[in-house]
């Protein structure tokens, strides 16, 4: 069949047992394959197993090929592998992004490192991880004083690259989830308020069921029933209500979950899938229980549940429910929901200030592709051929020239990164100028072809752009963005200076404008642009601007491909508007949960303001016959109704706000240009909150105002 890209571990002999692996067929790899004149060997990932070969079990001994290279097949790991979470892991570097991308749960097959992983003799190549296991009843701190000791004796042996440099541990878990999990904590609050505002309005309504069932647990309680017979009836009640919802919960939570892996399962953890097992079903459960019976049940276990024979001489409506506890409940839930809308309202604020911020390129009609040129076509050279690597310059001369020669195609550019990925980085010095000892500041290296700036429309702020006369052979140039030019030459000018690193001098000709490379919610970073030519890579990126639909362009970009490089697999085939949304996607999909929960808090406490006010309207319905009586007119009537809601909204709301402001820091990781605390979002919701609750409020108070006041004079 087709070529197809998949995802690679390469790890050393001790990796994988460490991590947790077993395998269901063959074995692990051994020491004495992983060393650099080892023959290649690869273990498979059990979903690969079954989706490429079929769970072909003679599999074992036969050959495939990776990157146009035959490797054996030793192993098959067992379904469900997931890595052991008491792993730590160790990055060499300063940045915290570089310790985010150990994901091996994420890989497809894995072989060992030394045969196949380049660079591995440049000290200032930092693309190993480090994963250990924690001895028993050692501590990650007295681990880390080790690690830092390791980082300075490599510091000392190899100074330059490693000095500055230290060695950072981490619970392996949390370079997994780390970047979710202040969203999932955030969300999992709001669903706690919603469970408050929940409870509030069982309390409230069932209290009022209750009362108003006053004559009859009169009647129970004398013909015999006792309180506890009493308290039987209610929680076997509650229990079938709750029985109920519960079904009809779980149904809606299956479709939620189906629906948030559909639309955002790139954003889920490696090996996280959510499903309704026996623990979500169980917490589930267990919380609803303890709902029903503690707000249900409990609040009518007082002294005031059956008043006897006194009840029966009772009105119906004159036995209803304190007015404090009417009021509290109301004030609980404006709170509660204020808290909610008005983080709703904070984000719906950052989306809008990340969406007004401009990248820095025009990502219009352009699509990214995604290729890895075979290395066994393809043999990484020796130190002295690389920078001309003529194999790989010439698959580059005729993919631009086969694609660019497509109908419908307006231009095209190599790059060894698309715009938004956040690509390399290394330490680099102006030519000239020593950088001190322990300095490690680095920049992020680019390499593109001529054509890629004009293509993507960055400007040119200064000097020239890249052309075809920088080509490999030729004296080695680069490009540079604003950034770099306002860390290294604040005031100076950069053109005909040198860049350096790995050893060469790389002349800066001119300086563009800067891409937001990691997203819109990050600065521009220094860059260099070196010629792709001077600086080959057998991985990188086809950029083509077209006004033809996607799908049409990429079965036209991969038939082209396939004419020079038939075993060569395209991947991450993705318009560049579209990865330039997924940049903020993780922020767009918490507004639009929190949107959801923010909406639902309003309409519940606005139901449940509605039924304690008409409760309310109801158990005044005497007094407000009497106003009527004596000249009262509606608008008046409707006021006095409203005026305690009113009352009681102005107390929630402040309460609110009071909450909002001590909970706001916990959001200040997903805003963006927006202080924890704006004023215009919380004054925002402040009126959203007030406007429901006197709506909810003045619905009961008209009806009842236009009721004949001599029905409610002679009722009794």
């Excluded at 991880?129 to 830092?148: D, N």
């Excluded at 000392?156 to 904590?185: C, D, H, Q």
């Excluded at 904070?346 to 390129?361: A, D, I, N």
């Excluded at 020796?382 to 003529?390: A, L, N, T, V």
Aim: net charge neutral; proline share 7%; with cysteine.
């Amino acid at each position: 069949g087709p070529p197809e890209r998949v995802t690679a571990v390469a790890a050393t002999a001790e990796a994988l047992p460490l991590l947790g692996a077993r395998t269901i067929l063959g074995r692990l790899f051994t020491r004495s394959e992983d060393r650099p004149d080892a023959s290649r060997v690869v273990v498979l990932g059990h979903d690969l197993w079954q989706r490429a070969f079929g769970g072909d079990r003679t599999i074992l001994g036969r050959a495939i090929h990776l990157d146009g290279q035959p490797f054996e097949v030793i192993g098959v790991l067992a379904p469900g592998f997931h890595v052991d979470r008491a792993v730590l892991a160790a990055g060499y570097h300063p940045d915290r992004a570089e310790l985010a991308d150990v994901h091996f749960d994420r890989a497809e097959l894995y072989v060992p490192v030394a045969p196949n992983l380049p660079f591995l003799d440049q000290r200032g190549a930092h693309n190993l991880r480090t994963v250990a296991r924690l001895r028993r009843g050692v501590t990650i701190e007295a681990a880390q004083l080790e690690a830092s000791a390791v980082a300075a004796a490599i510091a000392k042996a190899n100074p330059g690259e490693s000095v500055g440099r230290g060695m950072r541990l981490e619970p392996l878990a949390e370079t997994i989830v780390g970047p979710l999990a202040r969203e999932l904590w955030i969300l999992a609050g709001a669903v706690s308020v919603l469970l408050l505002i929940t409870c509030a309005n069982v309390a409230g309504l069932w209290l009022v069921r209750t009362r108003a069932r006053q004559r009859e647990i009169a009647v129970r309680t004398a013909i015999g029933a006792t309180r506890r017979h009493l308290l039987a009836l209610l929680a076997i009640e509650a229990l079938v209500l709750l029985a109920v919802a519960s079904l009809a919960a779980v149904g809606v939570a299956q479709v939620g979950l189906r629906a948030l892996v559909v639309l955002r399962a790139e954003q889920l953890p490696p090996g996280f899938a959510p499903a309704l097992d026996w623990q979500a079903l169980g917490f589930a459960v267990g919380c609803a229980l303890v709902t029903a019976l503690l707000f249900g049940v409990a609040p009518l276990a007082g002294r005031r549940l059956a008043e006897g024979s006194a009840a029966l001489g009772k009105p119906a409506a004159s036995a209803g429910m304190r007015p404090g506890a009417r009021g509290a409940l109301v004030v609980a839930e404006v709170a509660l929901a204020m808290v909610l809308v008005s983080g709703t309202a904070l984000l719906v604020r950052s989306v809008w200030q990340l969406l007004r911020v401009e990248p820095g390129f025009a990502a219009e009609r352009v699509v990214n592709f995604g290729i890895q040129l075979p290395a066994g076509r393809y043999p990484m050279p020796g130190p002295d051929q690389y920078p001309r690597w003529p194999e790989v310059v010439a698959a580059y001369e005729q993919l631009e020239a086969r694609v660019g020669a497509l109908p419908g195609v307006d231009r095209v550019a190599l790059a060894l990164d698309h715009p938004l990925e956040q690509g390399w980085s290394t330490q680099a010095e102006i030519a000239g100028r020593p950088q001190p000892p322990g300095h490690h500041e680095e920049v992020r290296v680019r390499p593109v072809t001529p054509g890629y700036h004009e293509m993507l429309r960055v400007p040119l702020l200064a000097g020239r752009r890249l052309t075809a006369a920088d080509r490999a052979g030729a004296a080695p140039v680069t490009l540079v963005n604003a950034a770099l030019v306002r860390r290294y030459f604040p005031t100076g000018d950069p053109l005909d200076a040198a860049v350096s690193f790995w050893g060469r001098d790389l002349r800066i000709v001119g300086v563009v404008g800067d891409e937001r490379f990691r997203g819109l919610d990050r600065d521009s970073e220094p860059a260099i642009y070196p010629s792709l030519a001077q600086l080959p890579f057998a991985t990188f990126r086809i950029l083509v601007r077209s006004g033809l639909p996607p799908a049409t362009l990429e079965r036209e970009v991969r038939a082209a491909v396939a004419e020079i490089e038939p075993d060569v697999a395209l991947d991450d085939v993705r318009p560049l508007a579209a990865l330039l949304a997924d940049s903020y996607g993780q922020r767009r999909f918490l507004l639009q949960l929190l949107a959801s929960f923010g909406a639902l808090a309003l309409l519940l406490a606005a139901v449940g303001i509605y039924g304690l006010i008409a409760y309310q309207v109801t158990q005044r319905r005497r007094e407000l016959g009497i106003h009527q009586a004596l000249g009262a007119g509606r608008v008046d009537l409707v006021a006095l109704a409203v005026g305690e809601g009113a009352r009681l909204a102005a107390l929630g709301v402040l309460l609110g706000l009071l909450g909002s402001m001590a909970l706001a820091p916990v959001l200040a990781s997903q805003l963006f240009q927006v202080r924890p605390l704006d004023p215009a979002s919380l004054l925002l919701a402040a009126l959203v909150l007030t406007a429901t609750t006197l709506a909810a409020a003045w619905l009961p108070a008209s009806r009842a105002a236009g009721s004949d006041p001599m029905l409610a004079l002679r009722e009794e």
